[in-house]
């Protein structure tokens, strides 16, 4: 973490660019139902408010791909932000142009404006220099704390950085990436990872990156059913990519050449079908039936991850073992998220499925940290850079 943080910077009586993260769930009322990502962003927030800055907040909120749909704006997030602020947050009616100049020129120190969701103009995504310099202009110093879209070289997150100086991160992205980086750099040792979730394709390079690392790797969730059948071993209707069983291969030969404890399922939780209300019975290692598909990890499985967990010192977590969304088929999701607090290990995790299993277990004040941003950790646990962070101004 070698670049400039809002602890250098002096906001007083400038205009201070933010890019925050509020792209959250709304109700069909338009009310916020998780603002997790809105609590997050406030300490970055609070410190420029109090500082006597005149803050600009950017934000995208779902795919609107180009167009302004109604669905898709940014009131409710203002109206929650300005409920947790305990301050009014004006909202402009876009994020560039006269009117929001307008604004922008009136506003006062301590004063808070969200411009309206960035996605509305593709000339956001396709990171548009004209856009770009339109956004940088409202501003005299940029802030990005949007961990969540550090990974896209979007114009709010990457583009505004060569017309704006200093570009500094939030006290949110630089939690996120102390946390992140520190635990793969160094880890204090036993590391153990969990891997899950449909597609092994997509964590390909997470367990590359990983090998070298990690003391063992436990795999739940549909990705363990291709290792598991690129091992000769019948997975019935289970879901398996076909396309990927060479790969699956080599990743489990690569495991070997490193030495690393490579765990998959000793025992599932079977259906006849992926639905709630299914019948289903726990079945060995290799005795899913012809027709029957695996829907989650079984006792015998969780049990011996339970005990890796116990002997860990550093644990990342990153998907859910199985359909945990159908609560017959959660208890493995769940039973590590237990054994997680449990294990008195520094945890981590990032990916929305394992934070909202953590959440719905009840146990998520007993995480050392959970990512607010799924594809931005997933690409850091790859090795890869972060476009959004990169652009930042060096330390």
């Known amino acids: 973490m070698n670049k400039k943080t809002i602890d250098q910077i ?28 809105i609590r997050a962003a406030l300490p970055s927030i609070r410190k420029i408010v109090e500082g006597g800055g005149k803050l600009i907040l950017m934000s ?43 604004l922008v020129d009136a506003m006062q120190p301590g004063d808070v404006l969200l411009l309206e969701n960035l996605r509305f103009h593709a ?13 940088a202009a409202l501003g005299d110093l940029y802030v990005n704390d949007a961990f969540g879209t550090a990974h ?5 997150t990457e583009g505004v950085t060569r017309f704006l100086s200093p570009c ?19 880890p204090e040792k036993p590391f153990v990872a969990i891997l899950g979730g449909a597609k092994i394709s ?58 690393v404890k490579f765990c998959l399922p000793v025992d599932h939780l079977v259906a006849p079908k992926c639905e709630a209300g299914a019948e289903t019975k726990v079945v060995g290692a290799a005795e899913i039936p012809p027709d029957w598909m695996a829907v989650d990890i079984g006792p015998k499985t969780i049990d011996a991850y339970r005990k890796e967990i116990a002997g860990a010192k550093t644990v990342v977590w990153n998907g859910p073992m199985g359909v945990f969304e159908i609560d017959a088929f959660a208890e493995g999701t769940f039973a590590v998220a237990r054994a997680l607090a449990e294990s008195g290990a520094t945890s981590i995790i990032g990916g929305g499925d394992s934070v909202a299993a953590v959440q719905k277990a009840g146990v998520a004040d007993q995480i050392t940290h959970i990512s607010t941003g799924g594809g931005a950790s997933l690409e850091l646990m790859e090795g890869k850079a972060l476009p959004g962070l990169v652009a930042l101004s060096d330390a």
Do not use: W
Request: with cysteine; aromatic share 4%; net charge negative.
């Open 202 to 259: 997509g964590k390909i390079d997470v367990i590359e990156n990983l090998l070298p690392k990690v003391d063992s790797l436990l795999i739940g969730g549909a990705m363990s059913y291709t290792l598991l059948k690129a091992k000769g071993i019948e997975v019935g209707k289970s879901l398996v990519e076909e396309d990927k069983l060479n790969v699956a291969k080599e990743v489990l030969a690569k495991a070997d050449q490193a030495g």
């Open 10 to 37: 002096d906001p007083a009586g400038k205009r201070v660019l933010m890019r925050v993260d509020f792209n959250v769930p709304l109700d069909d009322r338009g009310n916020v139902t998780d603002d997790t990502r």
């Open 60 to 102: 995208h909120l779902g795919r609107p791909k180009g167009k302004v749909v109604e669905t898709m704006r940014l009131g409710p997030a203002a109206k929650r932000l300005e409920q947790l602020l305990g301050r009014p947050v004006a909202m402009a009616p876009d994020c560039v142009g006269p009117e929001v100049q307008k």
């Open 152 to 156: 896209r070289a979007h114009a709010s």
């Open 168 to 186: 500094v991160a939030g006290y949110l992205m630089e939690k996120e990436i102390e946390y992140l980086s520190r635990t793969l750099e160094s």
């Open 123 to 135: 000339e956001e995504t396709d990171n548009d220099p004209a856009f770009a310099q339109q956004l």
